[in-house]
C-alpha cells in the first residue's frame, strides 16, 4: 500500500512538473534565422562592390587599413548582435570580385572558417579564377599529392633541392659577380621556383621547355588580375588558352611517361631505379582506392595545381626576405652567422641534409617573420553550405566569406609593436593560436608548407654562404597591385662571401 502510495506521489510530482515547466514558465520561442540580420558591412559600388578600396589599400602598403577601419567603423554599432560580440565587430560584410561575402576579423575567426570546412563551408575561388584554371577538388587524387609533401616525404627531396639550387647560382649568379653585372633577384627568383618545382613534381629540366612554360604561367597570371572579360585579344581571354595549353602540355607529358613506366618491369629493382622520383610518378604508380580511371587530364590539372600556388608564394617571399636583410643588417649577420657554422661543418661538395635544417632555426623564425609582414597572399574564400549564424549574425546559405591575413597580422592585439621587424616572436610558444596564418589552416591549410620551408632555407643558406650583395635601389620595397612584386625587380651587385 505504502509503495503504491509512494510510486502515485511520485507521479502527481512529476506532472506538476510538467505542468509548471510547460505552461506557467513561458516557452522561449526558438530564434528563427529570420530574426537575425546579415553582418554590417557595405556592398559599395554595383558589380565592384569595395573591390578598389581593397586593392588601393593593398597596393598603399597598407593592406591591413581594409580591414581596420571597417572593425573601427562597425564597432561602434550597438545593435544586439555587436553587444554579443563584446562590442567589437568580428565580422562585416563586403563585396569583393563581384561577390557579396563576410570578412572574418579575429583569430577565433579564422579558427572558425578553418574548422569547419566541408561542415559549414566549402572552398570558393572567385569565377574568373576558377575559368582560368579550374581547380581540381578531387580529393583521391589530391590525397596522393598531400603525401608527395607531407613533411617526411619533403625530407627526401633535400639533396634535390640543394643541388638544383647550387646549379641555378652557378649558372645564372656567379658569373655577374664583382660588379661585372647586376643580377635582376625578382626574374631569376622565377627561374629558380619554377626550375625547382618542374624537378619535383614533373623531373622537367629542358631550359627551353622551363622557358617556354615561365612564359605561359605569366601570360596566365596577367589574365588572372585582368578584368575577367572572355573577348578575343583581353587579357583574361589569352590567359585561359594559355592555361589551357599548359594543361595539354602537362596531360602529354604524363601519356608519355605512363607509356615509359607500362615498358619497364616494375618488379625488377634495376628497371625501378630508372623511375623518375616525382610526383608524376608517384601519382601514377598509385593504385587509387575506388579503382576509378584517373585520366592524364585529370592528373595534369593536379600537377599545375601543385606548381602554380608554389610559384609566386616562394618568389615573394625570398624576394621580400632579401630587401629585409639588406635593411636589418643584425638580422643579417645572425642569419649568416647560423649558415655559416652549417657550411663549417659540411665537407666540400657535400649537399645539405635534414639535420643541417633543424639547425636552421633562426633563419625560419625570420622567414616567419617575413610571411607575417608581407605574406604573398592575403587570405582565401570558403561558401556557405548551409545557413548558420556568427558572432550573432547571419550567414545564408551560399554566402561566401573571407578570412584576411591582416585581420591579424598587423594586430597588436596578437603581435605587440606589430610594424617591427622581430623573428624572436616565433621563438618559444610563439604567435596565439590562429593569429599567424600565411599558410591557413584546417583541413585546407596549404599541404606544401613544409615544402616551402625548406626549399626557402635550401636557398638562404646559398645565398648568405656564397654572396654578399647591395641593393642597386637601396629604398626598393615590394608592392601588391593586385599581386606581389618588386618596384624595380630588385637588382643587386654581387660579392663573393669569401671578399
Ligand atoms: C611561402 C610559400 C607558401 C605560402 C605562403 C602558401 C600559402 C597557401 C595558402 C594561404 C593556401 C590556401 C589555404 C586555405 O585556403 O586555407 C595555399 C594552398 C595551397 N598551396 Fe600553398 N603556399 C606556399 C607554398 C606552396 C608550395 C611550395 C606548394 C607545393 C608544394 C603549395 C601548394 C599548395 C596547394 C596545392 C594548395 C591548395 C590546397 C587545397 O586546395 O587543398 N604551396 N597555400
Redesign the pocket.
Known amino acids: 500500500m505504502e509503495t503504491t502510495t509512494f510510486f502515485i506521489s511520485l507521479l502527481v510530482l512529476f506532472a506538476s512538473l510538467f505542468y509548471v515547466f510547460c505552461k506557467v514558465i513561458p516557452s522561449r520561442p526558438r530564434q528563427q534565422a529570420k530574426d537575425y540580420q546579415l553582418p554590417p558591412g557595405s556592398t559599395g559600388w554595383p558589380i565592384i562592390g569595395e573591390t578598389l578600396d581593397y586593392l588601393r589599400t593593398a597596393r598603399n602598403g597598407v593592406p591591413e587599413k581594409f580591414v581596420d577601419d571597417r572593425k573601427s567603423k562597425y564597432s561602434s554599432l550597438s545593435s544586439s548582435a555587436a553587444a554579443t560580440a563584446g562590442g567589437l565587430c568580428k565580422v562585416f560584410k563586403t563585396s569583393l570580385f563581384g561577390e557579396t561575402m563576410a570578412l572574418l576579423c579575429s583569430a577565433a575567426g579564422n579558427k572558425f572558417?578553418?574548422s569547419n570546412e566541408k561542415k559549414l563551408v566549402k572552398?570558393w575561388w572567385p569565377s574568373s579564377f576558377q575559368k582560368i584554371l579550374p581547380?581540381d577538388?578531387a580529393y583521391r587524387i589530391?590525397k596522393h599529392?598531400?603525401a608527395f609533401?607531407k613533411p617526411d616525404a619533403v625530407r627526401k627531396h633535400i639533396a634535390v633541392m640543394d643541388q638544383i639550387t647550387k646549379r641555378h647560382f652557378d649558372t645564372h649568379w656567379s658569373t655577374k659577380m664583382d660588379r661585372k653585372e647586376a643580377i635582376m633577384f625578382h626574374s631569376l627568383a622565377k627561374k629558380y621556383a619554377l626550375a625547382l618545382?618542374c624537378k619535383?613534381?614533373l623531373n622537367l629540366e629542358d631550359p627551353e621547355v622551363l622557358a617556354e612554360l615561365e612564359k605561359t604561367i605569366g601570360t596566365i597570371h596577367a589574365g588572372m588580375v585582368s578584368l575577367p572579360i572572355d573577348l578575343p585579344g583581353t587579357n583574361f581571354n589569352i590567359a585561359i588558352k594559355a592555361s589551357k595549353k599548359m594543361m595539354k602540355e602537362i596531360e602529354s607529358m604524363v601519356v608519355q611517361r605512363k607509356i615509359d613506366l607500362m615498358n619497364l618491369n616494375l618488379t625488377d629493382p634495376e628497371q625501378t631505379a630508372d623511375v623518375p622520383q616525382d610526383l608524376m610518378s608517384s601519382l601514377l604508380l598509385e593504385t587509387f582506392s575506388d579503382r576509378a580511371e584517373v585520366t592524364a587530364a585529370d592528373m595534369a590539372k593536379t600537377l599545375s595545381?601543385?606548381?602554380?600556388?608554389?610559384y609566386d608564394?616562394?618568389i615573394?617571399?625570398l624576394c621580400a626576405t632579401v630587401i629585409y636583410l639588406s635593411e636589418l643588417p643584425l638580422v643579417y649577420d645572425a642569419v649568416l652567422k647560423e649558415q655559416m657554422k652549417i657550411a663549417e661543418s659540411k665537407d666540400e661538395g657535400e649537399l645539405l641534409n635534414w639535420e643541417d635544417i633543424q639547425k636552421m632555426k633562426y633563419t625560419w623564425n625570420v622567414l616567419c617573420e617575413v610571411?607575417r609582414l608581407q605574406?604573398?597572399?592575403s587570405?582565401?574564400?570558403?561558401e556557405a553550405i548551409t545557413e548558420f549564424i556568427y558572432e550573432g549574425y547571419l550567414i545564408p546559405k551560399g554566402m561566401k566569406l573571407h578570412?584576411n591575413?591582416f585581420s591579424t597580422h598587423k594586430n597588436p592585439e596578437y603581435f605587440p609593436d606589430p610594424h617591427k621587424f622581430d623573428p624572436s616572436r616565433f621563438e618559444g610558444q610563439g604567435p596565439p593560436p590562429f593569429s599567424y596564418?600565411?599558410?591557413?589552416?584546417?583541413?585546407?591549410?596549404?599541404?606544401?608548407?613544409e615544402?616551402?620551408r625548406v626549399?626557402?632555407l635550401v636557398f638562404m643558406y646559398n645565398l648568405v654562404t656564397r654572396y654578399k650583395w647591395e641593393m642597386v635601389f637601396p629604398n626598393e620595397k615590394m608592392v601588391v597591385d593586385p599581386v606581389s612584386y618588386s618596384t624595380h625587380g630588385l637588382p643587386l651587385h654581387l660579392f663573393s662571401c669569401k671578399s
Do not use: D, H
Open positions: 572558417l578553418f572552398v581547380a577538388e589530391r599529392m598531400y609533401v618545382s619535383l613534381f595545381g601543385t606548381i602554380f600556388p608554389s608564394t616562394i615573394n617571399t610571411l605574406p604573398p597572399g587570405g582565401t574564400f570558403r578570412w591575413v596564418v600565411p599558410f591557413g589552416g584546417g583541413p585546407r591549410m596549404c599541404p606544401g608548407k615544402n616551402a626549399q626557402m
